[in-house]
């Protein structure tokens, strides 16, 4: 019933920009938290930005300032803004909804950032 699609990975130098997306569905997303979790190879995985209901956000700080979670209500939508992106930022994305007790991720979204 939930479904949760990634997209907007890709390919990009050290110090460009991406935009993620992440479409919802079978949920009334308004009433949801929302984050944006990354995980790199060898590492654990680990949550990078929040985003609640009524729009309050939080970052790990080795994305604040540089990474911006928002969410489209209307259009079911999540979104992660990256600039000055680093090599460092290269992960898989995953956008993950929380209905307590539960948490749903989709496929990921593979982000390269090169040297």
């Known amino acids: 019933q939930v479904q949760l699609v990634e997209s907007g990975g890709g390919l990009v130098q050290v110090g460009g920009s991406l935009s993620l997306s992440c479409a919802a569905s079978?949920?009334?997303?308004?009433?949801?938290?929302m984050r944006w979790d990354r995980q790199a190879p060898g590492k654990q995985r680990e949550s990078v930005a929040f985003i609640n209901s009524i729009g309050s956000t939080n970052y790990v700080d080795s994305v604040k300032v540089r990474f911006t979670i928002s969410r489209d209500n209307v259009k079911n939508t999540l979104y992660l803004q990256m600039n000055t992106l680093k090599t460092e930022d290269t992960a898989v994305y995953y956008c993950?909804?929380?209905?307590?007790?539960?948490?749903?991720w989709g496929q990921g979204t593979q982000v390269t950032v090169s040297s």
């Open positions: 993950r909804l929380t209905i307590f007790p539960n948490d749903y």
């Open positions: 079978g949920i009334i997303f308004s009433f949801n938290t």
